[in-house]
């Protein structure tokens, strides 16, 4: 039985439009590697692979509990987000969540008339699926990293992204701390120290257990994330690169937009240059 999208009630919030400027980003196509730990102690793995072709971004983000963490907590987390190549806007994702014995299946799709499509399947539930308008900008979480790493930034600046996952919806706010190095496998890395700030806007739903975070942004055009390191209420996790394994194939040399439009990329400075 379908579920109603009435049952969405959500806080009212207005975030600014943003468009992603290429001439200083230029993601890296390939496989990232991140090991987690809590309080010091190696807890999972997370796996980040970005691949991208004329029209779309397609990112796969995978994660798990490492097997002696297995006995206390299992985690096994998929998700694959595809996004346009073009203006970075959502098109759709597909999330499978595995914690111990529940599992939650999340499939979301930003149609091209502005309506958000998300079926929700948990275990033993039946599906629900919700139509669902937004007067606001809104992202999907992957949409919203790469539009925020794509953005030039001044120190103190803070933007906000309404961000909806297919389940929860919330606002985003980055703030760019301060630029510092970082040793990232031995190698000092310039990079952006950026504080965020997660507010739930569904209005039943309870604030996350975050206290506080930092997340660490390579300062280059590929805006790496370096590592994230979050204060919760049952200590420290952090979460940092230990490997990145580049894509083998030629990155495309045009961005065409969904409506079939298409763009030059200009090697030479990155720019988006209308045919």
């Known amino acids: 039985q379908a579920a109603s999208s009435q049952e969405f ?15 200083d980003f230029d993601p890296a196509r390939g496989t990232y590697t991140y090991q987690v730990s809590w309080q010091g102690i190696p807890a999972a ?3 980040v692979e970005v691949d991208q072709d004329d029209q779309y971004y397609r ?3 995978q994660a798990k509990t490492y097997s002696p963490i297995d006995f206390f907590y299992k985690l096994r987390y998929r998700s694959e987000g ?16 595995r914690e111990n014995s529940k599992l939650k299946h999340t499939q979301v799709s930003f149609l091209e008339n502005g309506e958000i499509l998300t079926v929700q399947a948990d275990k033993n539930k039946p599906p629900e699926v919700h139509h669902i308008n937004s007067d606001n900008f809104t992202l999907d979480p992957f949409s919203a990293a790469f539009l925020a790493r794509s953005l030039n930034w001044e120190i103190g600046q803070t933007r906000k992204f309404d961000t909806f996952n297919g389940r929860s ?9 301060s630029k510092s190095t970082l040793k990232v496998n031995g190698v000092e890395r310039e990079v952006w120290v950026v504080v965020p700030k997660v507010e ?3 209005k039943k739903q309870k604030q996350q257990k975050l206290r506080s975070a930092k997340i660490y942004v390579s300062a280059d055009k ?7 390191v979050s204060e919760v209420f049952v200590g420290s996790v952090k979460t940092k690169m230990t490997a990145f394994t580049p894509a083998q194939s030629p990155a495309p040399k045009i961005r065409v937009a969904r409506n079939g439009s298409e763009f030059d990329v200009a090697p030479e400075s990155n720019l988006l240059l209308s045919r």
């Open 9 to 23: 009630k959500w806080v009212q919030v207005s975030t600014p439009i943003y468009r992603p400027e290429f001439a």
């Open 169 to 177: 919806r919330y606002l985003v706010s980055l703030t760019a701390e």
């Open 200 to 202: 739930y806007l569904n």
């Open 59 to 61: 990112i796969t983000v």
């Open 222 to 228: 590929s805006r790496e994330i370096l590592q994230i």
């Open 82 to 97: 595809v996004i346009s190549s073009y203006d970075l806007m959502p098109v759709k994702s597909i999330t499978e969540h």
């Open 45 to 47: 793995e997370l796996q």
